[in-house]
Each structure stands twice: as C-alpha cells, then as structure tokens.
C-alpha cells in the first residue's frame, strides 16, 4: 500500500505570494492532517478534514487554508507568505478521525 | 490548553547504551499518548502508543508506559544501535480533539559506535 505523498517536496517562494501544497492520504483513509514544523516552534497542527469537511482548526492567521476533496486528496494555501512560514509541512492521514496518523515526508516551503 | 514537554537534548549515547527519554504531559481528561520518530529528511513515524493509564507500549525495543499518577510516558531501549540515530517526539491526542496531536519539543538521539 502506498503511503501519503506529498507533492512538491521543495519549493521556494517570496514574500507576498501565495503556495498550493498537495497531500494525497493512503488509500482508503478519510481524514487528513496538515502540521506546521519548524525549529522555533516545532510541530504545530493547523487543521483536519474528514469526508470533505474541515473538523479541527489549529491557531494559524486566515492566510492558512485548506481544503480536501472527494477523493479525500488535500490541499493546503498559503496567502501573502511571510518570512516566517518558511518551514517543513507534513501531511497525516487516516482511516478515521482519532486513529494513529500516518506522516508523509513534508513540503519544504522556503520564503525569500 | 494540553502540553507536553519532553527533556531537554540533544542526547549523545554510545551503541548498546540504555535510552530514557522522558516525557511529561499535561491535558485534562484520558488522552492516548504516543512516541513518533523522524529520521532525516522525512516524516514522522509512530514508533508506539498507549490509551489508557498502566498501558505499556512498545515495538522494536522500545517501550513505554502510560503513567497518570505522574502524568509521565517515558521512553527506554535497553540497547541503542546507530541507527536508532533521529529526533523522538513525544505526543498526546484526545477523543474531542479527533486527529489533532500536541506534541513535544523533540529530542535529538544520536548514537556513536
């Protein structure tokens, strides 16, 4: 079974613009999980979407969102991207919501 | 709000050393308590987890016991190997709370032959 992957791996920004990151769950998980990780503040939970529906929301600015579709693949946006979102965003999926998460190996966003 | 922390490293250990790392939580109520491991350049991995007060975790060496009366879920191997080598992250989850995880710091485990 394939495990999550997340696409890009890398990717480099300036400020002001904004960011689309791609989370593909394993196959037959529902619910998905975006992590903020980071050397200042370590891992972060920005939110959670189950069947389509956003079901927990971390403490992140509006400029975070996400969305996941009906074949519950994910994406997280960036808007107006400051220095400070420069860091590794993992992905998690599973079968339910509550169940034991499975990390893909992140998106290293860097912001110039 | 819920917290974990975890003890403070970096940790440097010798091959067949004995591992503690230790780890606190604070949360209201029953949460499951979990150890994750990054290696380099990739995610996090559940290493393993326990549900319930008295519950012992455990896989591939390591083990782990869910302790309430000192809020504690410490993690041990009886005998590191090299490439036991990533950072440990201690997590805490709760039912009302679904996929959301808090973690703790990190702690970076290097291990010399």
């Known amino acids: 079974k394939a495990g999550v992957t997340q696409t890009p791996r890398y990717l480099i920004k300036t400020r002001g613009q904004q960011v689309t990151l791609s989370c593909s769950p394993i196959s037959g998980h529902r619910s998905v999980s975006w992590y903020q990780q980071t050397p200042g503040q370590g891992l972060q939970f920005l939110f959670e979407y189950f069947s389509e529906t956003q079901r927990n929301k971390g403490n992140f600015p509006g400029r975070f969102s996400g969305r996941q579709f009906s074949n519950s693949r994910s994406e997280m946006n960036v808007s107006t991207l400051e220095l400070g979102d420069s860091a590794l965003y993992l992905c998690?999926?599973?079968?339910?919501?509550?169940?034991?998460?499975?990390f893909g190996n992140g998106t290293r966003l860097t912001v110039t | 709000g819920d917290s974990v922390t975890q003890m403070e490293g970096p940790v440097t250990l010798s091959e067949e050393a004995f591992l503690t790392i230790n780890c606190t939580y604070t949360a209201t109520g029953y949460p499951s308590l979990f150890w994750y491991v990054q290696y380099p350049g990739e995610g996090l991995q559940l290493l393993l987890k326990a549900t319930k007060a008295d519950d012992k975790g455990s896989n591939k060496g390591f083990e782990a016991t869910y302790r309430k009366e000192t809020t504690s879920f410490h993690l041990e191997k009886g005998s590191v190997q090299v490439s036991d080598s990533a950072v440990y992250f201690c997590a805490l989850s709760k039912e009302t709370s679904g996929s959301r995880l808090t973690f703790g710091e990190g702690t970076q485990l290097t291990v010399n032959p």
């Open positions: 998690a999926s599973s079968s339910v919501t509550g169940t034991p998460l499975h």
